[in-house]
């Protein structure tokens, strides 16, 4: 059982981990195999997949349920806030050396394959009809020519598409503070349906990109940094999507109060950050 000392509550012994552990294992050898070709593969991926699902369904909705119980004072809201601060900026660092990447290949790897004043050799004698110039897919015209992704239309349109997001998770913010669940929970509503149609457009950009710009991952350095960075977005979009789904369910069964709502918190941070990232790529991956 449960039981609190020093007015800090510590749960009781839980498997969870362990088979979270287990399904992060089936998964990711199931998805070495479908890579080396076994036909077991996708099966085997599939069951790691719905095994991860069943452990997050049943371990958060302890955690959910421990929530509401009040079981949860102010010692554990510091400790989940300090938690939810440490992983977004875990997430800073991971987007960092992303674009740490793109700057590197742009800034220096380019110009000295070109042949900069301080490495005229490379140019002048490996690759001299080579012009560089960004976007690229490198020496040699690896993967064939391609057509960049500019910065208007769908991305743009996607733009539009965040920014209001994070207007409308704004107001269901200030809804839920000043107790106004029906503004709450409409908002929040729009929040979480703008974040998946922002990845129905990106679905479609990416199809645009492979048929009709053959910009793909195989077209050099600017294909793998396109959609290294706009696909791992886009993963943080979809999950915070998903995230902000868990919480407008919660608010319609009459979860949180005025005071207490760190959850509903916890993932505002986490779209803000969602946000904030894809103002950075609009700039320096697609218009600059």
């Known amino acids: 059982m449960a039981h609190a000392e020093n007015s800090y509550y510590v749960p009781h012994k839980t498997t969870w981990p362990f088979i979270g552990s287990i399904a992060l294992f089936i998964f ?3 998805a070495s195999m479908w890579l080396n070709g076994a036909s077991s593969g996708p099966y085997i991926l599939a069951t790691g997949f719905a095994l991860l699902i069943y452990m997050v369904f049943k371990w958060f909705g302890e955690v959910i349920g421990e929530s509401e119980s009040g079981v949860y004072n102010a010692d554990v809201d510091t400790s989940f806030r300090m938690g939810m601060g440490w992983f977004i900026f875990s997430e800073v660092m991971f987007f960092a050396a992303f674009f740490s990447a793109l700057f590197y290949a742009r800034g220096v790897s380019v110009p000295w394959l070109g042949g900069d004043s301080n490495n005229f050799f490379t140019n002048a004698v490996l690759w001299a009809d080579w012009v560089p110039t960004w976007p690229t897919n490198g020496p040699g015209d690896i993967g064939g020519e391609f057509e960049s992704m500019g910065p208007w239309g769908i991305p743009a349109l996607n733009t539009a598409l965040l920014l209001t997001s994070g207007v409308t998770l704004t107001v269901a ?8 669940r029906g503004t709450l929970n409409l908002f929040l ?12 457009f990106q679905a479609y950009e990416y199809m645009h990109a492979y048929q009709e710009l053959n910009l793909t991952l195989e077209s050099g350095i600017y294909g793998t940094t396109f959609y290294l960075l706009t696909g791992f977005h886009g993963l943080h979009v979809t999950l915070g999507a998903i995230m902000l789904l868990v919480i407008w369910l919660r608010c319609l069964r009459g979860h949180f109060t005025e005071k207490n709502h760190f959850a509903f918190e916890a993932v505002a941070w ?3 950050f969602v946000d904030v990232v894809w103002l950075f790529l609009f700039v320096f991956v697609y218009w600059l």
């Open 28 to 30: 990711m050898f199931g």
């Open 270 to 272: 986490y779209w803000h």
């Open 189 to 200: 509503a729009l929040t979480f349906i703008l974040g998946f149609i922002f990845m129905g």
């Open 173 to 180: 913010h200030h809804a839920i503070q000043a107790g106004h």
